[in-house]
């Protein structure tokens, strides 16, 4: 029986720095700390610094409440079984239930479920959402199952942090490479060991099965509403304005159509395998339909080959990375040439990178808030199940409007306030209202 190896995990409390580059790298690249977890600490601790929290206040909110990790067997088509690494971090609750996704991943670490976990608590307060911050994954390449490998693995999973997850302790919901269908059978899976129907137990399920209309194009609608009062704020037309989107999945496919139909124009889009290029503009909805015919955007017609690394230094208005962590480094942050950076994706940009993005003038809207357009649909969601009563799209479109506005002026206030980025800014808002929330409810006992 041969298993995928788990990846190593580093201990949570060791700040000890683990660098991108060997200490004994000849390379000229300036070195950095790109362990996700080290890095949502720093980000953290900037703002603990600025609001003057307290060490015992500091130790509460940097290290998470709750680590689970599941050993995951699965049998395979072939008779074999494979047994996989998983993990679910609940940072902290104390705003409500920990609310975060669920991502398949071959590289998934513990330390990135943990950076996971924690923007979401961050993100959580920072739209003013009644909850806190949650993550799962597991170490596997859900591309190479098939269906029925995926099921399997999905209800051992979930059966595994069964334990741990409810609809007022910990509700997941989709990330990276899982979907509707997985929030399904998980959704399944908890109402067959209960014995009851667990509607509210995960979000992003399906609209036949207590999904909410509008979430699978939150998070990219929630990116759009905050790259538009951000145009607004630096003078840029949206229409003909020059996007290219990195990472070509739910969160940047989406926001490359609704940006397309905000008049903007969609010059480069990429994936795993490539990207392609056209600087008079391309058919997002078309490029979609290629990728699923052909499995990956590289070769549509009409445009031209490039790579991931050229997406990001391309001319243009708006870039949004909708990939993975740490694609905007110390190693390319100065080839950026967008105005306006919108992280659709979690942690893209590392500390090193924002200070370079910050001097050269880039407008940077943070990951906790250009993506949390998600989160708060899915908080939608969560609401109707209970209620058992479900709203229309254009009531779901203008609360999250209204929501992702106000967060926005919000943490463009914080960022005058502290004379800081917008990432600060929104983590000064953030933690504050953390902070807060520790402080009235006290420490139990
Ligand atoms: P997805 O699985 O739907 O799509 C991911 C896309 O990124 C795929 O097209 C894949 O080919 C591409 N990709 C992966 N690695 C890449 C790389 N190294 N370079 C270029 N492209 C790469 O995932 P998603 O749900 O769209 O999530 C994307 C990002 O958005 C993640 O960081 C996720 O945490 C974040 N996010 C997602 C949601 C959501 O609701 N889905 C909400 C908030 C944040």
Known sequence: MMGIQPQEDSNPFDSSPKFAHSEMSQAVQPQENLNPFDIAKQQFNQAADLLGLDSSMRAILVNPKRQLIVSVPVKMDDGTINVYQGYRVQHNVARGPAKGGIRYHPQVTLDEVRALASWMTWKCATVNIPYGGGKGGVCVDPRQLSQGELERLTRRYATEIAPIIGKHIDIPAP??????????????????????????????????LGGSVGRSEATARGCQ?????????????????????????????IAARLLHQDGARIIAASD?????????????????????????VTGYPGADSITNKELLALECEVLIPAALENQITLANASDVKARIVAEAAN????????RVLHDKGVFSIPDILANAGGVTVSYFEWVQDQYSFFWEDEEVNRYLEKIMIKAFHEVLQKTQEHKVDMRTGAYCLAVHRVAEATRVRGIFP
């Not at 059978?185 to 137990?201: E, F, K, N, P, Y």
């Open 175 to 208: 990330d990276v490479y899982t979907n509707e269908q997985t929030m399904a059978w998980i959704m399944d899976t908890i109402s067959m060991i209960t014995g009851g129907s667990q509607l509210a137990v995960v979000t992003g399920k399906p609209v036949s």
């Open 272 to 296: 795993t395998r490539g990207g392609a290029f056209n600087p008079n503009g391309l058919d997002p909805v078309d490029v979609l339909r290629h990728k699923a015919e052909t499995g990956s």
């Open 225 to 253: 509403f905050v790259v538009r009062e951000a145009c607004k704020l630096l003078g840029i037309e949206l229409a003909g304005a020059r996007v290219a989107v990195q990472g070509y999945g739910n969160a940047g496919s």
């Open 347 to 354: 942690g893209p940009v590392t500390p090193g990178a924002d």
